[in-house]
């Protein structure tokens, strides 16, 4: 039976077995180096690597763990993918068994011996369904006997990102138990946990994908952040992971790669938990290791360097903490916000004063939060202010209406020696006389055309409506009455169109109930249907040629959508968009899309262009009722 995460689970399990092993400094020093090399990025936010952050090779390690450790430097961490643990330093001020490293210490036997190769990882590969649900896409990363995958929910078609590992993997127990804790702790600052299993052979972790959002290592490679933006970057990474540390949790690996910024200019970050048990990675210290994490994507933001020795993410290292090495922020870069320079060496140097102020170091996320309170507000940046254009006088106001026309200039008019020109002398008799005459003659234009109107009416004279030009009548001006739908089907035609958008669902976008609907299929990255097509819609079918001057459709969301209709040559249904002739356009979640004048076709055609957003941050249309009226 599958084993689901319908129950907290403590995050720091051990399950009867044995602490792990604890890696000597030398080897920290040496994996760090390997992993946190520069290199180039992929285009995607979910399926880079963080080893492609940091220029390692794509199989090295987890989207979610990032490619070198915040601590890359730090003689005191062990992060090579060689041992199954990676261990931090000790606080006995921290909590007891802080769940962020998820029960790693269940995975290992006795420490004299050495430590088992991990069972390899699981042999998938794209198409695969796991739980006859999840469709794996695409490998991101394959690393010590698990692999991570981005893929599809097909039973909420939706993307999903999967962990896998089997069963028999020493870790495999403290993932689910760091997976569920996660999962429980619903904070949307955090990549959410969706699901948590294990399988007969196969442990897997089903987490949040998310099309919109960008990792920082992907923003810090076009320049460092403005000042109000690296102020709510380390405001909302401090709470979170105070939130976080309060329900005994903690990341233990935070770094440019699981940090990521939404297109609502939200921070999220991605692992809480899992990326420690994955790797192995263990903490006596959880609550400082994270501030120091927080500190070293702080002064990345700032600086557009790494805070440690080894390049990484794209960022060129910059110096040593134990060689007290380290120069501030502010002493890298001109411009740096002062406020926040001293912030970051204040949660990265946690042995007594800073480098750049004699403040008393930060040593949990709760105190770096009370800190960044505490600074005087950082406006954003204000837009550029344009001076307005100058006033421009018009040629008349200038006195070139002369007969040379209004493209004179002012000097064209004036006269001799510069002077202006005498004022135009004041009409005599015969101007009057021809004003007056034309007055006369508009005054009798208008009595008779009034005559004329009159007589007709009272006369009931209907010559006048066929000989004087013709009359709007019913028909061409739209009754508004509702026209019946006979049949109607899905459009989805070359290029891009598969030929089908949910076929079964074409009669609830016309029965009469806004309680169903027709949808779309599910498009991602994109509300243009993810790039991947011009639109799709709904043909309706009128039973015959038919007056049309409006149709009205509900949405579920604002869409863009457009009205279009047959000519009324068309023999039959037109196959292909070229067949419809546009009529109007709207964007909203209503929309009524009205004709100019009234037409007359059988084929309508309801046609989207653009897609709202759902919830699962995913892009899809839906249509709750459409209705056309005569």
Request: charged share 20%; net charge negative.
């Amino acid at each position: 039976m599958a084993e689901r995460s319908t129950a907290a689970v403590g995050v720091a399990d051990n399950s009867g077995e044995e602490d792990a092993l604890t890696a000597r400094a030398d080897e920290a020093r040496a994996d760090s180096a390997t992993d946190g090399h520069s290199g180039g990025s992929r285009p995607s936010e979910e399926t880079r690597t963080d080893a492609e952050a940091t220029g390692g090779n794509a199989d090295t390690s987890s989207p979610d763990a990032g490619g070198s450790d915040v601590n890359g430097a730090r003689s005191d961490l062990t992060a090579g993918s060689d041992t199954p643990t990676e261990t931090l330093p000790t606080d006995a001020g921290s909590p007891a068994g802080t769940a962020a490293a998820a029960g790693a210490d269940t995975a290992l036997g006795d420490s004299s011996d050495e430590p088992a190769a991990p069972p390899a990882a699981p042999e998938l590969h794209s198409g695969h369904k796991i739980a006859r649900r999840y469709r794996l896409e695409e490998c991101v990363t394959r690393l010590d006997g698990y692999s991570s995958w981005r893929a599809v929910d097909e039973k909420l078609r939706r993307a999903v990102g999967v962990h896998v590992l089997p069963s028999g993997h020493p870790r495999a127990r403290s993932v689910l138990s760091a997976a569920r804790s996660s999962a429980l702790l619903g904070d949307p600052r955090f990549v959410q946990v969706l699901d948590a299993v294990e399988d007969h052979d196969l442990v897997y972790v089903v987490r949040e994908w998310l099309p919109d959002a960008t990792p920082l290592s992907e923003i810090l490679a076009s320049g460092p952040l403005e000042p109000h933006d690296a102020y709510q970057l380390v405001s909302q990474l401090s709470q979170a992971m105070t939130a976080a540390h309060r329900e005994g949790l903690a990341h233990l690996r935070l770094t440019p790669g699981t940090v990521l910024r939404t297109g609502s200019g939200q921070y999220r970050i991605r692992g809480l938990a899992v990326t420690a048990a994955l790797r192995g990675i263990r903490s006596d210290t959880p609550q400082r290791t994270d501030t120091e994490g927080i500190g070293a994507v702080l002064y990345a933001a700032l600086t557009q360097r790494w805070p440690y020795e080894e390049d990484a993410y794209g960022l060129t290292g910059v110096g040593s903490l134990t060689k007290d090495s380290l120069l501030a922020p502010e002493q890298i870069r001109a411009g740096v916000h002062r406020g926040l320079s001293q912030l970051a060496m204040r949660a990265l140097v946690n042995d007594g004063a800073t480098a750049s102020s004699e403040a008393r170091p930060c040593a949990t996320p709760e105190e770096l939060a009370k800190a960044v309170s505490g600074l005087p507000r950082i406006r954003p940046p204000e837009s550029p202010f344009s001076a307005p254009r100058q006033y421009q006088r018009t040629a008349y106001q200038q006195g070139a209406h002369g007969p040379g026309g209004p493209a004179r200039s002012t000097a064209a008019v004036r006269g001799p020696g510069g002077e202006p020109p005498a004022p135009p002398a004041l009409p005599g008799r015969t101007g009057k006389a021809l004003k007056w005459g034309v007055s006369a003659l508009l005054i009798a234009a208008l009595g008779l055309g009034s005559w004329q109107v009159a007589d007709t009416l009272l006369k009931g004279d209907s010559s006048a409506s066929d000989e004087g030009g013709q009359v709007s009548g019913p028909d061409e001006q739209g009754t508004g009455k509702p026209v019946k739908i006979v049949d109607a089907q899905d459009f989805d035609p070359p290029p891009g169109g598969n030929g089908s958008e949910n076929p079964a669902d074409v009669p609830d976008a016309y029965d009469g109930s806004h309680s169903t609907y027709w949808l779309t299929q599910e498009y991602i990255g994109r509300p243009d249907f993810g790039n991947l097509k011009p639109g799709a819609g709904l043909i309706l079918d009128l039973g015959k040629q038919q007056q049309v001057s409006s149709v009205k459709v509900d949405f579920i969301g604002a869409t863009t959508a457009g009205f279009l209709a047959a000519p009324k040559s068309a023999t039959g249904m037109p196959s292909s968009l070229g067949g419809f002739n546009k009529v109007s356009e709207g964007t909203g979640e209503h929309l009524t899309l009205k004709a100019k004048k009234p037409i007359r076709t059988q084929y309508v055609l309801v046609w989207l262009t653009k897609l709202p957003l759902s919830d699962d941050g995913n892009y899809r249309g839906r249509i709750t009722e459409i209705q056309v009226q005569s």
